[in-house]
């Protein structure tokens, strides 16, 4: 079946990094984009980044930009996220989410993510 | 960033009546290609996200015909016909007509 699943998430000081994996399975992963959402404790969801099928688009919130890195292996049906500089306000359940549609010039996500991961949580403390 | 905001936060609900859910965007979502991309998002306790409409009024597959969706600018409303036991849990609503994609605060429907 369809399946995301997160890990490398754990604890982490303050302006320390931090590398997430998501390894997909059960559909055709390098014909989707694919997105990283994440989830404060008791909070609401923020749409971190996105990656194009062949890795020529990315983008970023403005929260995370110059200190995470979006980037995909095709060949391993897998999707990845670096994070560096991290701060306690990174604290959060991350998830990896399946993109079932783009579009505009250059193509952007328009309809969130169709299939979710179980998420990884990220601990920022010292 | 275009703000979505929900309400109410919070929803109690009897079993078997129905539920609605307001959206309402800083900005009118209507892309450049006519098309609305106003999307509603369910997450049960414990869980992570389910997408249950895309495009306004369009369900994701596997979601019940209980659940509806309508609206059109900044306005917005999800409705349940008949509120059952699993549908406890946070809505969100989203917009993806510019990036970055923004997600409401949420509204917990809960069972009275």
């Known amino acids: 079946q369809v399946q995301l699943v997160e890990s490398g998430g754990g604890l982490v000081k303050p302006g320390g990094s931090l590398r997430l994996s998501c390894a997909a399975s059960?559909?055709?992963?390098?014909?989707?984009?694919m997105s990283w959402i994440r989830q404060a404790p008791g909070k609401g969801l923020e749409w971190l980044s996105y990656i194009s099928t062949m890795s020529t688009y990315t983008n970023y919130a403005d929260s995370v930009k110059g200190r995470f890195t979006i980037s995909r292996d095709n060949a391993k049906n897998s999707l990845f996220l670096q994070m560096s500089s991290l701060r306690a306000e990174d604290t959060a359940v991350y998830y990896c989410?399946?993109?079932?549609?783009?579009?505009?010039?250059?193509?952007?996500?328009?309809?969130?993510?169709?299939?979710w991961g179980q998420g990884t949580p990220v601990t920022v403390s010292s | 960033d275009i703000v979505m905001t929900q309400s109410p936060l919070s929803l109690p609900v009897t079993l078997g009546q129905p539920a609605s859910f307001s959206c309402r965007s800083s900005?009118?979502?209507?892309?450049?290609?006519?098309?609305?991309?106003l999307s509603w998002f369910q997450q049960r306790p414990g869980q992570s996200p389910r997408r249950l409409i895309y495009?306004?009024?369009n369900r994701d597959s596997g979601v019940p015909d209980r659940f509806s969706g309508s609206g059109s600018g900044t306005d917005f409303t999800l409705k349940i016909s008949r509120v059952e036991a699993e549908d406890v849990g946070v809505y969100y609503c989203m917009q993806g007509t510019q990036w970055p994609g923004t997600f409401g605060q949420g509204t917990k429907l809960e069972i009275k």
């Open positions: 989410g399946r993109v079932d549609f783009w579009s505009g010039n250059p193509p952007i996500p328009r309809s969130g993510m169709d299939v």
């Open positions: 059960g559909f055709s992963f390098s014909d989707y984009y």
């Open positions: 900005q009118r979502l209507v892309y450049s290609d006519r098309s609305t991309y």
């Open positions: 495009k306004v009024s």
